[in-house]
């Protein structure tokens, strides 16, 4: 048997989850009426509850925030939201559409990911003035046109249905089922398009898989550069944090566009490409016209390398590879170019020339002994910076070469 306790007076609860039905822990919220606070829920769980409430009312609850805008967003955030504004990889949900949104301009853009930059590279952002860090849609809201979910909005409008506005009061029972929600609400954190993020706290990093082992080699003029390792063969983007010197001036290649910031003797690195093509192993990703040696690794909570199918990469202790065995001379050269090298023992030894695309436009392979030399033809190549690899049976080896009119 079920019945009323009360008509006059009953309960509100709302349960908040992700897109995937994750639950989200909410940090409370406050149950309003006409702007005024008539209670607050503090119980820091998954879902937001009002006891004796009245009925017949529409209410109003806001949600507690923990100030941290840029809670889960990454340079991965960057890649998937720029390979969408390419048109190479389409948002997939409506919700994921909002999220990238980030200025609410129902459009995404370049200044999206300029927000999302500024975020997080600088740990005192607030992200958008005027934009909430979530929020929250009913679950049970159908979207007109999932790809566009800004499709039939007013201005001055709420954008969606949200779930925390007109919110009535559910009678309280006896014999019936003990909570029944007025609605679920989707959690939706601002930036984060890949789900990195939890309700009001950092994300755990249980999605690591692998170590990432960051490798410098010399080149020219006394700079290094990160070259690419088996392990990020497959990368989309990373960022790095460095305690450094001000002076340095760093450059990306492969494909990689940077985005670098120095505050308080840190210098905070995003580097991201929208090609899924996989790297060249041992070409440079990463240049800086000083030495490693002048670098330490800092905030391990920052740095982090994604993989194109959203792989989390950990960096671990770095290696500076100072004994290259290379020589290549002249450099810069008009002709020709020739390469010296050595290996432990006799094996085959390939040379291949890239282009400022990371396209090859000479190689040469053969078997040589200990002590090896070749020469490659670059007088018919156009003046500008090419990248010479030479891979042995040891490994790869690289050094920057400019091509002279």
Not at 148 to 167: A, Q
Not at 205 to 214: N, Q
Not at 305 to 324: H, N
Request: hydrophobic share 40%; glycine share 10%.
């Amino acid at each position: 048997m079920s019945g009323l306790l009360d008509p006059d007076f009953g309960y509100i609860a709302l349960g908040a989850m992700t897109e995937d039905s994750e639950p989200l822990t909410m940090l409370g919220g406050a149950l309003l009426l006409e702007g005024d606070t008539l209670q607050v829920d503090t119980t820091f769980d998954n879902q937001l509850r009002f006891e004796f409430v009245e009925v017949g009312i529409p209410y109003q609850v806001s949600h507690f925030q923990d100030g941290s805008w840029a809670n889960g967003v990454t340079v991965f955030d960057m890649v998937l939201i720029a390979k969408h504004i390419a048109g190479v990889g389409p948002l997939s949900t409506p919700y994921r559409l909002i999220a990238a949104d980030v200025n609410q301009s129902e459009n995404i853009t370049i200044m999206d990911l300029i927000a999302i930059r500024n975020a997080i590279l600088d740990p005192e952002d607030n992200g958008v003035a005027g934009v909430p860090a979530w929020v929250f849609v009913d679950k049970a809201y159908v979207f007109p046109a999932p790809d566009n979910p800004w499709y039939g909005i007013e201005i001055d409008s709420s954008m969606w249905k949200s779930c925390l506005e007109d919110v009535y009061a559910i009678p309280y029972t006896y014999g019936g089922p003990p909570v029944v929600f007025n609605a679920d609400c989707i959690g939706i954190k601002m930036g984060d398009v890949n789900g990195d993020a939890t309700a009001f706290q950092q994300s755990p990093e249980a999605r690591s898989v692998a170590g990432w082992r960051l490798v410098w080699k010399p080149v020219g003029n006394g700079g290094a550069a990160l070259v690419t390792t088996r392990e990020i063969l497959a990368a989309s983007g990373f960022q790095l944090s460095f305690r450094g010197p001000e002076h340095l001036a760093w450059e990306t290649s492969q494909g990689f566009q940077l985005e670098a910031q120095y505050a308080d003797g840190i210098w905070r690195l995003l580097a991201y490409r929208i090609s899924d093509t996989p790297l060249i192993k041992g070409q440079p990703i990463l240049q800086i016209n000083s030495t490693p040696e002048s670098l330490e690794l800092v905030d391990s909570g920052f740095n982090r390398a994604y993989l194109s199918d959203g792989t989390l990469l950990k960096p671990i202790i770095a290696a500076y590879e100072k004994d290259k065995r290379l020589t290549v001379a002249p450099n810069p050269a008009r002709d020709r170019l020739t390469v010296q090298g050595q290996q432990q023992s006799a094996g085959v030894v390939a040379l291949t020339l890239f282009n400022p695309q990371g396209q090859p436009v000479q190689t040469r392979q053969w078997m040589a002994g200990e002590y090896w030399s070749g020469e490659l033809q670059v007088g018919s190549l156009p003046a500008g910076l090419y990248w010479l690899q030479a891979e042995t049976g040891e490994g790869v080896l690289g050094e920057r070469v400019v091509v002279r009119p």
